[in-house]
């Protein structure tokens, strides 16, 4: 029998710590998209609006 | 009801995780002692003088925090059972029951390779390089080896706790140097004292876990004589900056009267041996420690936002 079979049904206060949990992790990534959005810009520099097209 | 039928009705969500609460994932990440690897990391970057772009340095910092976050993660996970047994580290999640250690594990794994991959992605791979052996320092070196096995636990593990300054320093030029060395033996240094103050007040803790802590195995008397040792040889180490050309008289100065109040409070350690007094001696050496190792770092930082010129330009 697997454990996730065994599991008794969440409470509302385990409920609203996932959720809370996942909107952390929500909160993280999308941090993670700027962070890298804005390095890429960073490291480009302004150059790169000047190159041959 | 029979007793399977029972166990399986009694199988909380606790048991098969998933309770923790945002607060006890924060909690992992050891955020008191992330503040302190934050702080000397910055005094890292900014005191190796280089053009890096103050954004970078932001995901510098950024990075090289969550990595001392899982090596807090890896720490809380490996040392539950001792944890357990400690009045200060009791209820931590894991020993709590909040988090489970396979939870803090993975929480710890994921921290450590993201840390890593985003500072070698986007700052440098030297800097990636000193974070990835610093986390794997703290947590197999310190945790899993030195910890249980020696009293000289904190000397060798104190080694992880003084490389931020050194990877901020690589974040910023990409090089580890003399200077930046420097930086790594005061906080190395420092280390010993400040923890020894704090294992001769609570050595009951230590004894209780069967850490190994140098007042449970070599006695009281010699752990004082080690602090004033250790204390002897961390205030020289201290100028370091300023002979290397990194720090100027501001810093010396600093530097030189809370040497002078350090090596006060280390000799009152050794030389109160009993009772009330003697615990008093060593609570005010741990807690100056903190402010001894703050202050240092922020009279770098400051000379930098000052602009004060190294010492050895101003004596050359």
């Known amino acids: 029998m697997s454990p996730v079979k065994d599991k008794k049904p969440l409470s509302p206060a385990d409920m609203s710590r996932r959720r809370k949990r996942s909107l952390a992790l929500a909160l993280v990534l999308a941090g993670l998209v700027v962070l890298f959005f804005v390095t890429t810009i960073v490291r480009l520099g302004g150059d790169v609006a000047l190159r041959n097209l | 009801m029979s007793d399977i039928q029972a166990d399986i009705s009694d199988t909380s969500a606790a048991a098969l995780g998933g ?34 772009h103050p954004w970078l340095a932001l995901v510098a910092l950024l990075a090289i925090a969550v ?95 003084a490389f931020p ?25 420092w280390t010993p004292p ?9 050595e009951g803790d230590y004894a209780r876990a069967g850490v190994p802590m140098l007042p449970n195995v070599a006695g009281a008397d010699e752990t004082r004589r080690q602090i004033l040792l250790y204390s002897l040889i961390l205030v020289p180490v201290t100028f370091l900056p300023s002979l290397l050309g990194t720090t ?25 041996r009993a009772g009330e007094p003697a615990r008093r001696a060593c609570r005010r050496l741990f807690g100056f420690s903190i402010l001894y190792l703050f202050a240092i770092f922020a009279a770098i930082i400051a000379e930098r936002i000052l602009g004060i010129v190294p010492f050895t330009q101003v004596i050359g």
């Open chain 2, 19 to 52: 309770e923790g609460t945002v607060k006890d994932y924060w909690t992992l990440l050891k955020p008191r002692v992330m503040s302190l690897v934050i702080f000397t990391a910055l005094a890292g970057l900014v005191a190796a003088s280089s053009d890096i």
């Open chain 2, 67 to 161: 990595g001392a976050g899982a090596s807090g993660a890896l720490n809380m996970w490996y040392d539950a059972d001792i944890d357990a047994l400690m009045a200060r580290t009791a209820n931590r999640p894991v020993p709590r029951g909040a988090i489970l250690p396979g939870e803090a594990l993975g929480f710890g794994l994921a921290l450590a390779a993201g840390s890593v991959l985003v500072l070698g992605l986007l700052v440098n791979i030297v800097a990636a390089a000193l974070l990835a052996f610093t986390i794997f320092f703290y947590a197999v070196i310190y945790t899993m080896w030195l910890k249980r096995s020696t009293p000289q636990n904190i000397v060798i593990g104190g080694a992880a706790g």
């Open chain 2, 165 to 189: 300054p050194m990877i901020g320093w690589a974040a910023a030029t990409g090089s580890v140097t003399l200077a930046s060395i420097a930086l790594f033996l005061i906080i190395f240094m």
């Open chain 2, 194 to 202: 400040h923890f020894w103050a704090l294992a001769l007040f609570r």
């Open chain 2, 248 to 272: 100027g008289l501001v810093y010396t100065i600093v530097t030189a009267l809370l040497g002078a109040a350090f090596l006060w409070h280390a000799f009152d350690v050794f030389r109160l």
